[in-house]
């Protein structure tokens, strides 16, 4: 179990031990890892570069304390804090030492985005990025920044993307060689992924399953067709989904499910 030092309430937290069994990026490119810890949380999404480097200064925590007054769902705010976090960190990176949101310039958000943009961060992602740091940029009545003619989607090359979203799910065969990717390279991942295929759970339900896997494979042998989701859920509110391939679980027995001592996505086995 690796021990944990909380950083900034509502941040993610440090990691000084142990190797992660899941690494990943999560949407806003930062390189996250997951445990087979007990008790999942939002602390079991384990953010490492945000807290690279030194502790936040002021202008980190005067955004993070914007961050949260703009207001929001908890997701949203949590969001908007590590969006700002980010932003920080690139500023950090570039050895631009300013302390006040008053500072920031054009200049250091055109910088951020064109950056993220050369990771290959999609356009769409960075529009929300983009709508975050404005809204904190307005919350510190910084209208004339954050409405600049050159920080618009347009000028900073981010239109042009649908955000309606594809509502299509995956080929099967994309799906396939995705999951023989991830076998290869890491099991817990690719339990991760069996487990939001077929049973239709967004990442982080199925990262923080532990805690209902023994509920579920109750509910599969009894021969149910929904699933209650109670961790992970957007703004914390359980929901119910449907077994998108319950024959593949029940019938066919593909998949089964063999709960260990961890309770851990890892029990999705084939």
């Known amino acids: 179990m690796p021990r944990r030092i909380p950083a900034l309430a509502g941040s993610p937290y440090r990691v000084l031990a142990e190797t992660p069994c899941t690494s990943t990026s999560c949407h806003s490119g930062v390189k996250v890892s997951f445990w087979r810890s007990q ?10 570069q945000n807290h690279a480097g030194k502790g ?14 703009c207001g929001g769902s908890h997701k949203t705010v949590n ?8 932003f ?10 300013i302390q006040r949101v008053a500072q920031i310039k054009v200049r250091h958000i055109e910088s951020y985005i064109h950056e993220r943009l050369a990771q290959g961060i999609g356009k769409r992602t960075l529009q929300n ?39 299509q799910a995956i080929t099967p065969d994309h799906y ?21 295929r077929l049973m ?18 109750q509910a599969v042998e009894r021969g149910d067709t929904r699933l209650t989701v109670v ?24 998949y089964r499910f063999k709960c260990s001592g961890s309770d851990y996505p890892f029990s999705i086995v084939t």
């Not at 936040?56 to 007054?69: D, I, P, Q, Y």
């Not at 709508?131 to 600049?148: D, I, P, T, Y």
């Not at 239709?200 to 494979?217: I, M, N």
């Open 39 to 48: 008790k999942a949380y939002a602390g079991d999404c384990l953010c490492f």
């Open 56 to 69: 936040t200064g002021r202008l980190g925590s005067e955004m993070k304390a914007l961050a949260e007054h």
């Open 79 to 86: 969001d908007r804090i590590h969006i700002v976090q980010c």
């Open 88 to 97: 920080d960190q690139h500023l950090r990176e570039l050895n631009i030492q």
């Open 129 to 167: 990025e983009m709508a975050s740091l404005r809204a904190v940029l307005q919350q510190a009545g910084r209208k004339q920044v954050a409405e600049h003619e050159r920080l618009t989607n347009k000028s900073l090359g981010l239109s042009g993307e649908s955000r309606s979203g594809t509502r």
């Open 176 to 196: 396939r060689h995705v999951l023989e990717m991830a076998r290869t390279k890491d099991p817990g991942l690719a339990a991760a992924l069996e487990l939001s």
């Open 200 to 217: 239709g759970l967004r990442s982080q339900e199925a990262v923080q399953s532990a805690q209902s896997l023994k509920t579920w494979k």
């Open 231 to 254: 961790f992970g859920t957007k703004g914390r509110r359980p929901r119910e989904t449907v077994i998108l391939d319950a024959g593949a679980i029940k019938n066919e027995r593909s």
